[in-house]
């Protein structure tokens, strides 16, 4: 079986909303049409999130293949999930609560929660157009780490590892 895991990172804010959108709806649809199962890490920290949650939601209804699942993947309990936790699941298929970043200091630990994610998984997709923060921390622990990686704001995803792989 075809067992794919994904994390998915990207900036609090994007400037280009409507092409990341676009890009990241062609690679999701794809896994999900091509993938025997294809298991989606994100957390919900800024704008990014936020879009990629919607259409993974939006591809997973469209095709209605039933061959893929979304986790919300918390660095440490949040008032915000406490407060609203039946809407959180009935919107994601899970929730975790990450382990190793739970009892971390609040500042690092997100960071140590998208190591985890990256760590659990076969694929990165991000949005990283700044050398800087938490996006591209990700996207430079991932590439480190040799995992294969789809960066949606690269001019040309053609060159990317992570479409070659989207191929297999």
Do not use: W
Request: charged share 25%.
């Amino acid at each position: 079986m075809d067992i794919c895991t994904v994390s998915l990172f990207g900036h609090r804010e994007l400037s280009q909303p409507f092409m990341t959108e676009e890009r990241l709806e062609r690679v999701i649809s794809h896994l999900i049409t091509h993938k025997d199962f294809t298991e989606f890490l994100i957390g919900r920290d800024g704008e990014f999130d936020i879009l990629a949650a919607s259409v993974i939601k939006r591809s997973a209804e469209k095709y209605d293949y039933g061959n893929c699942s979304m986790t919300l993947v918390l660095p440490y309990m949040k008032a915000e999930y406490r407060k609203n936790q039946k809407h959180f699941l009935e919107y994601y298929d899970e929730v975790e609560i990450c382990s190793e970043s739970s009892s971390a200091y609040f500042k690092a630990a997100i960071q140590i929660r998208n190591k985890h994610m990256i760590d659990r998984s076969n694929l990165v997709i991000c949005y990283a157009e700044r050398k800087s923060g938490g996006a591209y921390g990700a996207l430079k622990y991932a590439l480190d780490s040799k995992k294969p990686v789809i960066n949606l704001a690269e001019p040309d995803l053609t060159e990317t590892s992570g479409i070659e792989y989207l191929s297999t």
